[in-house]
């Protein structure tokens, strides 16, 4: 049993009370209430307890036990305009829900991009000392030109792990640039995955995911390790206790065991993966370790460094970093001279909660939002919100005719201008705050459909926290004073006068502002519906653009290249299926990258072309109709082994005066 | 009669008075009525109904009876005035009258 004489009532509900109790009642409620708390404290939880005693404190705020010189007005008049505000909107239904819907979706726009942008601010900063933790990207100076790199090379983390104390941990991630798509075999079961991702013993040093099963420390410890996400686990055998099982993936012949599975990556980060190897299960990375590679940027390099390092100091070290460990590599490739020719290698820090809306180089580990839109985003809800203002205000100006009388006799019986003022502004507030319910109800409907648009996954739970809950309260106060100030100053002014006298007229003084407000309120509705129209017309441009190849009855059969020796036999098969008109083969996904290379001509004057290269078999140009301008393209009928075709874009980039004939090679 | 101007609540507040005969106050009628009633009334209702029954000269009160449990404050004891019980009895009389009347078979109590 719990003690209950060390536990005593709240102290400020107490102050509370007697200040505001008068002194005949405040005794026996105090007592009435500290018994019911020693009662309740020997049931109830500690919290239960406290809340029922403010409870019980609050319901005792009634007109007969305050002070006698408490028992003013201003005490309950707030009570009293919530009262009129509701028999105002109960009477007239239809104004108060045009009002109510008015402002309802302006605030549900702004409430749902203020959840997007939230979510959007928030990226990475659930890894464990995020604050710490960055990538180290590559300003890479060619003689000609420059490139940003979000990847660095194989040897930079070993080199800044032995000899910079500054570091805490350091850690390689690699992803497949061009074999994007890698089979995973589970006994029998064969499984495409594009998010096989590989990365060195220490990356769950840097990055804090827990893990369902194994241990993070060792998890990438040895090459034939890999590590699961839980519902790649539950997708490949039904359940997420898999440690130790094999799997099999189709660039290497050997078996991997699991040695770890973790929870899923939420979708706020930028690195996600389903299944993490290690990086010395890939070959040319090892290579490039072996042979102490400075050249290429094959690796992300993510870099926690120690509490209290200013991330600047550190940076600035990374000058020398290059010429000291890297010179006797680079000379090697690329001449004694290569900084004087005008390479340089420049690595710079990205703090990982920056990357997402603020990194703007290429290679990224996934595509990155842009901070413009944040902004873009920001300023569209305030203007959101400002119509929705403005519509209140119209509403009510070209409504304060019917309040006049109530004005009118509010002011003859005594009340001040500035209680009318606090009147109408408590109404004003009191439609805000039903519109608020209203819009978080709105919200909460077209979430689903928003998350599936923009491939998100947002929740409402983010507005249970109580930071949240106070500034939306804080958010509903404003919006109610600002869009009832103007009514409400209109309204106090009026004359009583005049008014009971049935004279009342039309401000005429007003008409510049309201009509200023009705002009501004149609202008940028008109702005953002022009707006929508044109995203609107941008994607029926990005679906029904003509893209030079007929798309339509296309089918696509990925990882047919599998078939081997028996495409042949596949082929005539389908082809002489009834429904099929043709079929053809490519070695990639049409629009896709399959890789690039740099050509030259006979025509001496063009600058050498990197052409991206895409290669088709005899049939494919006939299937996706393909418009020819000159010259003819591949044929069954003809060996074309050392044939090419090019584009107009290519023509004109290298100036052929004609393109037939012209020989190609490799620069 | 003037028993149409009392409530539910003000009855049972009645009752609860009658029953906790000389340690009628504010809390104890509170745990009486939802002992009794199963009715969760706050402290600040009753003490409301208290107050306006005893403006009316259904109720008398005097101070008394502090405890330690109490921070040593003092309890509001309570007792029906002849007023007061005239009125719960006449109601009580009205009820058992028009019950009376009612056949059990017209009921179907579970």
């Given at each position: 049993?719990?003690?209950?004489?060390?536990?005593?009532?709240?102290?400020?509900?107490?102050?509370?009370?007697?200040?505001?109790?008068?002194?005949?009642?405040?005794?026996?409620?105090?007592?009435?209430?500290?018994?019911?708390?020693?009662?309740?404290?020997?049931?109830?939880?500690?919290?239960?307890?406290?809340?029922?005693?403010?409870?019980?404190?609050?319901?005792?705020?009634?007109?007969?036990?305050?002070?006698?010189?408490?028992?003013?007005?201003?005490?309950?008049?707030?009570?009293?305009?919530?009262?009129?505000?509701?028999?105002?909107?109960?009477?007239?239904?239809?104004?108060?829900?045009?009002?109510?819907?008015?402002?309802?979706?302006?605030?549900?726009?702004?409430?749902?991009?203020?959840?997007?942008?939230?979510?959007?601010?928030?990226?990475?900063?659930?890894?464990?000392?995020?604050?710490?933790?960055?990538?180290?990207?590559?300003?890479?100076?060619?003689?000609?030109?420059?490139?940003?790199?979000?990847?660095?090379?194989?040897?930079?983390?070993?080199?800044?792990?032995?000899?910079?104390?500054?570091?805490?941990?350091?850690?390689?991630?690699?992803?497949?640039?061009?074999?994007?798509?890698?089979?995973?075999?589970i006994?029998?079961?064969?499984?495409?995955?594009?998010?096989?991702?590989?990365?060195?013993?220490?990356?769950?040093?840097?990055?804090?995911?827990?893990?369902?099963?194994?241990?993070?420390?060792?998890?990438?410890?040895?090459?034939?390790?890999?590590?699961l996400?839980?519902?790649?686990a539950?997708?490949y055998f039904?359940q997420?206790d898999v440690l130790d099982k094999t799997i099999?993936?189709?660039?290497?012949?050997?078996?991997f065991i699991i040695?770890?599975?973790?929870?899923?990556?939420?979708?706020?980060?930028?690195?996600?993966?389903?299944?993490?190897?290690?990086?010395?299960?890939?070959?040319?990375?090892?290579?490039?370790?072996?042979?102490?590679?400075?050249?290429?940027?094959?690796?992300?390099?993510?870099?926690?460094?120690?509490?209290?390092?200013?991330?600047?100091?550190?940076?600035?070290?990374?000058?020398?970093?290059?010429?000291?460990?890297?010179?006797?590599?680079?000379?090697?490739?690329?001449?004694?001279?290569?900084?004087?020719?005008?390479?340089?290698?420049?690595?710079?820090?990205?703090?990982?909660?920056?990357?997402?809306?603020?990194?703007?180089?290429?290679?990224?580990?996934?595509?990155?939002?842009?901070?413009?839109?944040?902004?873009?985003?920001?300023?569209?809800?305030?203007?959101?919100?400002?119509?929705?203002?403005?519509?209140?205000?119209?509403?009510?100006?070209?409504?304060?005719?019917?309040?006049?009388?109530?004005?009118?006799?509010?002011?003859?019986?005594?009340?001040?201008?500035?209680?009318?003022?606090?009147?109408?502004?408590?109404?004003?507030?009191?439609?805000?705050?039903?519109?608020?319910?209203?819009?978080?109800?709105?919200?909460?409907?077209?979430?689903?459909?928003?998350?599936?648009?923009?491939?998100?996954?947002?929740?409402?739970?983010?507005?249970?926290?109580?930071?949240?809950?106070?500034?939306?309260?804080?958010?509903?106060?404003?919006?109610?004073?600002?869009?009832?100030?103007?009514?409400?100053?209109?309204?106090?002014?009026?004359?009583?006068?005049?008014?009971?006298?049935?004279?009342?007229?039309?401000?005429?003084?007003?008409?510049?502002?309201?009509?200023?407000?009705?002009?501004?309120?149609?202008?940028?509705?008109?702005?953002?519906?022009?707006?929508?129209?044109?995203?609107?017309?941008?994607?029926?441009?990005?679906?029904?653009?003509?893209?030079?190849?007929?798309?339509?009855?296309?089918?696509?059969?990925?990882?047919?290249?599998?078939?081997?020796?028996?495409?042949?036999?596949?082929?005539?098969?389908?082809?002489?299926?009834?429904?099929?008109?043709?079929?053809?083969?490519?070695?990639?996904?049409?629009?896709?990258?399959?890789?690039?290379?740099?050509?030259?001509?006979?025509?001496?004057?063009?600058?050498?072309?990197?052409?991206?290269?895409?290669?088709?078999?005899?049939?494919?140009?006939?299937?996706?109709?393909?418009?020819?301008?000159?010259?003819?393209?591949?044929?069954?009928?003809?060996?074309?082994?050392?044939?090419?075709?090019?584009?107009?874009?290519?023509?004109?980039?290298?100036?052929?005066?004609?393109?037939?004939?012209?020989?190609?090679?490799?620069? | 009669?003037?028993?149409?101007?009392?409530?539910?609540?003000?009855?049972?507040?009645?009752?609860?008075?009658?029953?906790?005969?000389?340690?009628?106050?504010?809390?104890?009628?509170?745990?009486?009525?939802?002992?009794?009633?199963?009715?969760?009334?706050?402290?600040?209702?009753?003490?409301?109904?208290?107050?306006?029954?005893?403006?009316?000269?259904?109720?008398?009160?005097?101070?008394?009876?502090?405890?330690?449990?109490?921070?040593?404050?003092?309890?509001?004891?309570?007792?029906?005035?002849?007023?007061?019980?005239?009125?719960?009895?006449?109601?009580?009389?009205?009820?058992?009258?028009?019950?009376?009347?009612?056949?059990?078979?017209?009921?179907?109590?579970?």
């Open positions: 049993m719990k003690n209950s004489v060390t536990y005593q009532p709240p102290k400020w509900a107490i102050k509370f009370l007697t200040k505001l109790c008068d002194e005949t009642w405040v005794d026996e409620i105090l007592g009435d209430l500290e018994e019911q708390f020693h009662d309740n404290y020997r049931t109830h939880s500690r919290f239960w307890t406290i809340a029922i005693y403010y409870w019980e404190v609050i319901r005792f705020i009634r007109p007969h036990i305050l002070k006698s010189h408490n028992k003013k007005t201003s005490y309950l008049m707030p009570f009293h305009h919530l009262k009129i505000s509701y028999r105002h909107l109960n009477r007239n239904k239809v104004y108060g829900l045009i009002n109510v819907i008015g402002l309802s979706v302006g605030i549900a726009s702004v409430l749902l991009i203020a959840i997007y942008v939230q979510n959007e601010l928030s990226f990475d900063s659930f890894y464990k000392d995020s604050e710490r933790i960055h990538r180290i990207a590559l300003h890479r100076i060619y003689p000609d030109r420059t490139r940003d790199f979000a990847s660095s090379v194989i040897t930079l983390a070993p080199t800044l792990k032995e000899n910079y104390p500054e570091v805490e941990a350091i850690t390689r991630l690699h992803r497949l640039f061009f074999a994007n798509e890698v089979t995973v075999s006994e029998d079961k064969e499984y495409v995955e594009s998010r096989y991702r590989f990365a060195d013993e220490d990356f769950f040093k840097v990055f804090s995911h827990q893990f369902l099963y194994g241990d993070a420390m060792t998890a990438l410890d040895a090459p034939d390790k890999v590590v996400t839980e519902s790649t539950l997708k039904g997420t099999s993936m189709s660039l290497d012949t050997s078996l040695s770890g599975v973790i929870k899923d990556i939420p979708i706020n980060s930028h690195i996600h993966f389903d299944l993490l190897g290690s990086t010395e299960s890939v070959s040319y990375l090892e290579n490039a370790i072996r042979t102490n590679s400075w050249m290429n940027p094959w690796v992300y390099t993510y870099v926690k460094l120690h509490a209290g390092i200013d991330p600047d100091e550190f940076e600035a070290q990374f000058e020398q970093l290059v010429d000291t460990y890297g010179k006797a590599d680079l000379s090697q490739r690329l001449g004694s001279d290569y900084t004087e020719a005008g390479h340089k290698f420049e690595y710079f820090l990205q703090p990982i909660e920056d990357i997402h809306l603020q990194s703007k180089v290429d290679i990224e580990v996934e595509p990155n939002s842009d901070i413009a839109y944040i902004y873009l985003l920001s300023v569209i809800a305030f203007i959101i919100l400002i119509i929705s203002s403005i519509n209140y205000i119209n509403l009510s100006v070209a409504r304060s005719p019917v309040r006049a009388k109530e004005v009118g006799i509010r002011k003859v019986v005594g009340v001040h201008r500035a209680d009318l003022m606090v009147q109408f502004l408590t109404e004003s507030t009191f439609i805000c705050f039903i519109s608020s319910i209203l819009a978080i109800g709105i919200v909460g409907a077209i979430l689903p459909t928003f998350n599936l648009l923009l491939n998100t996954a947002l929740s409402l739970s983010i507005l249970l926290n109580p930071k949240v809950i106070l500034s939306f309260l804080a958010f509903i106060l404003g919006v109610g004073l600002l869009s009832g100030f103007y009514p409400a100053m209109i309204m106090a002014s009026l004359q009583p006068a005049r008014i009971l006298k049935g004279a009342f007229m039309h401000n005429r003084k007003g008409h510049w502002l309201r009509n200023g407000l009705t002009t501004l309120q149609f202008v940028i509705s008109m702005i953002m519906i022009a707006g929508a129209v044109i995203v609107q017309q941008q994607m029926t441009f990005f679906q029904q653009k003509n893209l030079g190849f007929d798309q339509e009855n296309i089918i696509v059969i990925r990882q047919a290249g599998r078939l081997g020796n028996n495409f042949h036999t596949f082929r005539n098969e389908v082809e002489a299926m009834p429904d099929i008109l043709g079929i053809g083969g490519a070695n990639g996904l049409l629009g896709d990258f399959h890789g690039s290379g740099v050509f030259k001509t006979s025509n001496l004057e063009a600058s050498d072309l990197r052409a991206n290269v895409a290669i088709f078999d005899d049939y494919l140009f006939d299937v996706m109709q393909f418009n020819t301008l000159e010259g003819r393209v591949f044929n069954p009928d003809f060996s074309d082994s050392l044939s090419i075709i090019i584009n107009e874009a290519t023509v004109n980039s290298l100036g052929l005066e004609d393109p037939i004939g012209e020989k190609f090679s490799h620069a | 009669m003037n028993y149409d101007a009392l409530s539910i609540r003000e009855e049972m507040i009645f009752l609860a008075i009658l029953a906790l005969e000389t340690d009628a106050y504010a809390y104890a009628i509170k745990q009486e009525i939802r002992a009794q009633a199963e009715l969760g009334l706050s402290l600040g209702t009753i003490h409301t109904i208290l107050y306006k029954l005893e403006n009316k000269g259904f109720l008398k009160s005097e101070l008394g009876g502090s405890s330690a449990k109490r921070g040593g404050r003092s309890k509001r004891l309570f007792h029906l005035t002849n007023k007061g019980q005239q009125l719960i009895q006449d109601v009580q009389m009205a009820r058992q009258a028009m019950w009376k009347n009612i056949s059990p078979d017209n009921l179907s109590l579970s």
